[in-house]
């Protein structure tokens, strides 16, 4: 059956790596979780990258969940260090915003994530601004229009229901009439996925955000073919991060919230080669 003897939730691995011994943490995290006070010992002088510390542990029936793994370093240490502990059994669930890194990964089956739609965006939003699986009914439109507007993208709704959370009902119907801050913050959030790609990757994104938008592919290699190099291992790698998308009919297309970033980013750099230029 799928009784479990331990489980652990590790919400936003990429993110909480980067902060400082936000690797240490997570692992620390995950055995606490799994394990008691006694089975662990003094915590405090644990050295959590060793493995000599994993194999005194007792094997369990485990299922863990890693989100928004980015690096194969992290599903390694994390996973690499702890798989002593994991007895026959055990589940692993890894969710990642780049599919290629699944190549590498011990992975049995692979299921892309659709966008979500109306009752499944507003009962997440609702969870996230306001703790019931439902809005609040004198907010019920606007949540409705709010959620339209993410378009489906878990990681918009989240983070504007969570920007409401705990708000006075005045100023969270200001928020969501007029959209303006949280707007700011999904942009940051989605900004992390193209600083992470390389000149050519970000030029063929650029393009393809403010020309080539419902375009056929080999259009898109036909018009780049002399400005980029590398160009069609380019356009793989930004499917592949689900920045962009190719329909069956071979035609390219973007999310509306990430296309609005890429025109936001292509603004942004037509205003700095101006003022370098005066």
């Known amino acids: 059956g799928f009784s479990f003897e331990g489980r652990s939730f590790l919400e936003n691995v990429n993110d909480i790596w980067k902060q400082k011994d936000g690797q240490v943490s997570l692992q620390k995290k995950l055995v606490s979780d799994i394990y008691t006070r006694n089975q662990l010992g003094d915590r405090d002088t644990v050295v959590f990258g060793e493995m000599a510390f994993y194999k005194r542990l007792p094997r369990k029936k485990i299922f863990l969940v890693l989100d928004n793994v980015s690096e194969l370093e992290q599903f390694n240490t994390l996973y690499g260090s702890c798989c002593e502990c994991f007895g026959h059994g055990s589940r692993i669930i890894i969710t990642t915003r780049d599919r290629h890194l699944l190549h590498y990964l011990p ?3 692979v299921y892309k994530m659709k966008y979500m739609d109306i009752a499944e965006s507003l009962e997440l939003f609702s969870w996230h601004a306001f703790k019931f699986p439902s809005p609040i009914e004198s907010y019920a ?10 378009g489906g993208l878990p990681l918009a709704i989240k983070l504007i229901g969570s920007f409401l959370f705990d708000r006075s009902g005045v100023e969270s119907k200001f928020v969501l009439e007029k959209l303006k801050i949280p707007t700011d913050m999904i942009m940051r959030n989605l ?3 193209f600083d992470d790609l390389d000149d050519d990757e970000k030029k063929i994104f650029l393009d393809v955000a403010t020309l080539f938008i419902g375009m056929d592919r080999d259009d898109l290699i036909q018009a780049l073919q002399y400005s980029v190099e590398y160009l069609e291992v380019g356009i793989t790698i930004l499917e ?7 329909d069956s ?3 390219i297309g973007m999310h ?3 296309r609005a970033m890429g025109r936001e980013i292509k603004r942004e750099h037509g205003i700095a080669e101006v003022s370098s230029m005066i």
Do not use: A
């Open 240 to 246: 592949q991060k689900n920045l962009i998308t190719i």
């Open 256 to 258: 509306s919230l990430v």
């Open 191 to 193: 900004r992390t996925d």
């Open 141 to 150: 439109e606007l949540c409705r229009d709010v959620v339209e507007y993410c």
């Open 249 to 251: 009919k071979n035609k």
């Open 107 to 109: 992975v049995d089956h």
